[in-house]
């Protein structure tokens, strides 16, 4: 807490702008991170924080062919991370091997958000082609579709176990609006509602323990807050946070980092690029009883994974392990991450490589792809010429070999050159 130094260390080992990081759920102090350079990074923050600038990764994940814009863990799954880039594909990546082992390819325009279901069996997408979709990430297969012309959609999250996902997006209108879905039936919305006026993305957080949406939006100084419920109305509005500071963008504290005693049952991180500074808000549920309130904290997914990469991959599916905050949180997982150690070779998933070449299409894209060709033409030279000094040992030690005392023949070894005597042709000659 306080002001941070110019020269404080950073995370600063991509070539691109970071889009897009996440905090692992069940390991503290593990970051997934993406970038324009068209890698996934895994980063380890150290215990106590950093003490210098960290250049170098855990894990370097290359498979895109264009930035990537998002990256999400798998709930329930331990090492699973998905990555969405503006090639319209979405890989899955298997990080106890450090490869992709699934392609989603069913989206014909930039991915704009990624969401899970309660126990990660279903993922929902929303994308810059205004189509909502409902997938099966193991196979790729997309179950419902929905074509949101008059609602464009920009970002969706499910709603823990109510099988019901909620939309922010733009009218037809160009007002702010919110819609909730079925989604085992995207034909239409269950309702829609309008917000405001305003031009900022609205971000949306669901709380699963309190059945609470909180609506904030980009730009916007505010975030509302609403109650979700599995009949009519379904949403009913609450109240609304007010600042005069507009945030740029929103990170929220694990269930298990609050503080219980205190009744707090949300906090936000709020980036306040005007003042330089991000502020902690806290939502607290104003109770005078210094005792445990159950009601408001149930059991909560907590930071043991429900299954391992090989299970989830072999179609098991697994609701997440629960926890109890009543005794407070304690460190009690003994999970490390261990980086794959593996050569960079071609990337081959669904029989494609996704490392072919790809026409770049912006500047940035081709100074990006020279800059990596460069580097590609430097490591094969340094490789020629480590060859080329081992093919003149080799032919070096042959001649050796052929030159030892063992193997010449009696003829040989009198010449004292390894060379055999030959009698030299005659050839008659004719004329003056």
Known sequence: TGRIEPNYPKVCGHQGNVLDIKWNPFIDNIIASCSEDTSVRIWEIPEGGLKRNMTEALLELHGHSRRVGLVEWHPTT?????????????????????????????????????SFNTD??????????????????????????ANCKNH?????VFLGNMKRLLTTGVSRWNTRQIALWDQED?????????????????????????HML??????????????????????SYLMEFRSPAPQKGLGVMPKHGLDVSACEVFRFYKLVTLKGLIEPISMIVPRRSDSYQEDIYPMTPGTEPALTPDEWLGGINRDPVLMSLKEGYKKTSKMVFKAPIREKKSVVVNGIDLLENVPPRTENELLRMFFRQQDEIRRLKEELAQKDIRIRQLQLELKNLRNSPKNLTPERARTGTGESLRTPPVTSRTGS
Not at 97 to 112: A, F, R, T
Not at 122 to 140: F, M, N, Q
Request: proline share 4%; net charge negative.
């Open 78 to 114: 331990n090492n699973i991370l998905f990555s969405a880039g503006y090639d319209y594909k979405v890989l899955i990546w298997n990080l106890d091997v450090g490869e992709p082992v699934k392609m989603i390819d069913c989206h014909s325009d930039v991915i704009l958000c990624m």
């Open 120 to 145: 990660g069996s279903l993922l929902t997408t929303t994308c810059k082609d205004k189509k909502l979709r409902v997938i099966e990430p193991r196979s790729g297969r997309v179950l419902q579709e």
């Open 152 to 156: 464009r959609v920009n970002r969706v």
């Open 186 to 210: 995207l034909s239409m919305p269950l309702i829609e509602e309008e917000i405001d006026g305003l031009s900022g993305l609205l971000f949306p957080f669901y709380d699963a323990d309190t």
């Open 214 to 235: 909180y609506l904030a939006g980009k730009g916007d100084g505010n975030i509302r807050y609403y109650e979700i419920s599995t009949e009519k109305p379904y949403l």
